[in-house]
């Protein structure tokens, strides 16, 4: 992976913050009820169909937020960028794409109806947050064994 | 892939962080080659065997299976 498609190491803090701040607001406004007064939309303009207007936008902006700090969070560059550290990030990406899949293909099975809608609106993020904590694992591991060898 | 990385550390007297600062990668990066972890790219061992003064081959050896 080059590093010129990551971010940079600075931004790694503001993707946990914002993923953080994301995942509490997304799930408290998706299945809590809770709407912030604050993104109210003022005007009654409605369209219909497929681009509808909400009247307020809580859980879309949560869920914009989680996303952009989930990516921010992983593909923020590490402190120190080296090729290793490329090969762990595609390891990471590679076992991201294949659990989601199998675990999406197993939630197919079993998982029917409504019920179902649950787990699509889980696939949003899952790829990204099986990756965030592979690849971190992984480094983690790494670390451990340096520390043991020492 | 065979390497003679940790021969030539002691050799040389340098630890893995010593060794991880010259060439400008990361322990992490040194310590998963000598355990055969890793493959390191062509420019990679050309640096690490110019720092120990030899040639490629004497410090990377292909096994027969590749």
Redesign the interface.
């Known amino acids: 992976m080059r590093t010129s498609l990551l971010f940079s190491h600075r931004y790694k803090i503001w993707g946990i913050l914002m993923s953080l701040t994301g995942l509490l607001f997304t799930f408290l406004s998706t299945y809590g009820e809770v709407q912030l007064k604050l993104l109210e939309l003022r005007s009654e303009q409605k369209s219909k169909g497929f681009f509808e207007m909400p009247i307020n936008f809580t859980d879309e902006i949560a869920c914009l937020i989680l996303i952009v700090g989930l990516l921010l969070l992983g593909f923020s560059a590490e402190k120190?960028e080296?090729?290793?550290?490329s090969?762990i990030r595609l390891n990471a990406l590679q076992w991201a794409m294949y659990l989601h899949y199998i675990l999406l293909a197993i939630s197919i099975i079993f998982i029917h109806g409504i019920y179902f809608l649950n787990i699509l609106f889980l696939n949003v993020f899952l790829p990204l947050i099986i990756f965030i904590i592979r690849f971190h694992w992984i480094?983690f591991n790494?670390?451990r064994?340096?520390l043991n060898?020492k | 892939m065979k390497n003679k990385i940790k021969i030539e550390r002691a050799i040389h007297n340098l630890t893995q962080a010593e060794l991880a600062e010259k060439i400008g990668v990361s322990r992490q990066t040194i310590n998963a080659m000598e355990l055969g972890k890793y493959v390191p790219s062509t420019i990679l061992a050309l640096k690490i065997a110019k720092l120990f003064g030899k040639n490629v081959e004497d410090v990377f050896q292909l096994e027969d299976e590749e």
């Open positions: 120190k080296d090729e290793r550290i090969q480094i790494e670390n064994r340096l060898e």
